[in-house]
C-alpha cells in the first residue's frame, strides 16, 4: 500500500506565502511525476502544477510566475512554493503521485488553503 501525507495548507493574507509538502511511503518502486490538483466550490477541479522525476514541470497558467514545484527523489518528496497568493487561490489542495508499477495515481487526503483579509 502506498500513502500520501501532504501538509502546509492554512490562512494566510493576500499576498502572502505557503509551502505545501507531500511525502510518499509505502510499497513504492518508482515515482514518475507528483502534483497537486486543487478544487473550490463552484469550480472545476484545475491541476496546478506538476513535476516527473526527470525534473520537467507544468504550471497552470493562473499561477505561472507565482508557485514553484520542486521534488526530492530520494525522500520521495513533493514541495509547492506558493507565493503572492491570491483570494482566487482559495481551494482544497490534493498531491497525487504516480508510480511506474501502476496504472492510476495515488492520492493524499488534501489539505485546505484559504487567501483572506
Known amino acids: 500500500q502506498v500513502q500520501l501525507v501532504e501538509s502546509g495548507g492554512g490562512l494566510v493574507q493576500p499576498g502572502g506565502s505557503l509551502r505545501l509538502s507531500c511525502a510518499a511511503s509505502g510499497s513504492i518502486s518508482s515515482i514518475v511525476r507528483m502534483g497537486w490538483y486543487r478544487q473550490a466550490p463552484g469550480k472545476q477541479r484545475e491541476l496546478v502544477a506538476r513535476?516527473?522525476?526527470?525534473?520537467?514541470?507544468n504550471y497552470a497558467d493562473s499561477v505561472k510566475g507565482r508557485f514553484t514545484i520542486s521534488r526530492n527523489n530520494a525522500e520521495n518528496t513533493a514541495y509547492l512554493q506558493m507565493n503572492s497568493l491570491r483570494p482566487e487561490d482559495t481551494a482544497a489542495y490534493y498531491c497525487?503521485?504516480?508510480?511506474?508499477?501502476?496504472?492510476?495515481?495515488?492520492w493524499g487526503q488534501g489539505t485546505q488553503v484559504t487567501v483572506s483579509s
Open positions: 513535476i516527473t522525476s526527470g525534473g520537467t514541470t
Open positions: 497525487y503521485a504516480q508510480l511506474i508499477s501502476r496504472a492510476t495515481p495515488t
